[in-house]
């Protein structure tokens, strides 16, 4: 069972990017989804998460919320962290992560402890 990230790379300063998660031996529709990174220099530090249902579903740290988008794509069975307007300051490793025990959950969380399988991280780079 893993999750791994796809996607990320070197982009300019108000560029875009998207990463994906995706799951092998998980079938992450069912589970609770959160997206984390560690810029150079600082702790890891929660990005957002995603919920199985609930409306809205989706949680936001503040310094990314309306830039970043996280969404399900049932069809291929991830889930996108769609990244706008980046600046340097975005610069650093981005994990996705689930958490196996919210099945159907309404709502999620951005406890780090709280999600039983990660990715091995995407590098994203935002400079001129």
């Known amino acids: 069972v893993r999750v791994e990230e796809v996607g990320g790379g070197l982009v300019e300063p108000g560029g875009s990017l998207s990463l994906s998660c995706e799951g092998s031996g998980v079938d992450i529709d069912l589970y609770n989804v959160a997206w984390f990174r560690q810029r150079p220099g600082k702790a890891r530090e929660a990005v957002g998460c995603?919920?199985?249902?609930?409306?809205?579903?989706?949680f936001y740290e503040e310094g990314v919320e309306g830039r970043f988008t996280i969404a399900r794509d049932y069809n291929k069975d991830t889930v996108t962290l769609q990244m706008n307007a980046l600046t340097p300051e975005d610069t650093g490793i981005y994990y996705c992560?689930?958490?196996?025990?919210?099945?159907?959950?309404?709502?999620?969380?951005?406890?780090?402890?709280?999600?039983?399988?990660w990715g091995q991280g995407a590098q994203v780079t935002v400079s001129s």
């Open positions: 995603i919920a199985v249902s609930g409306k809205p579903n989706t």
């Open positions: 992560a689930t958490d196996t025990d919210t099945v159907g959950a309404p709502y999620c969380a951005i406890v780090p402890n709280g999600y039983d399988y």
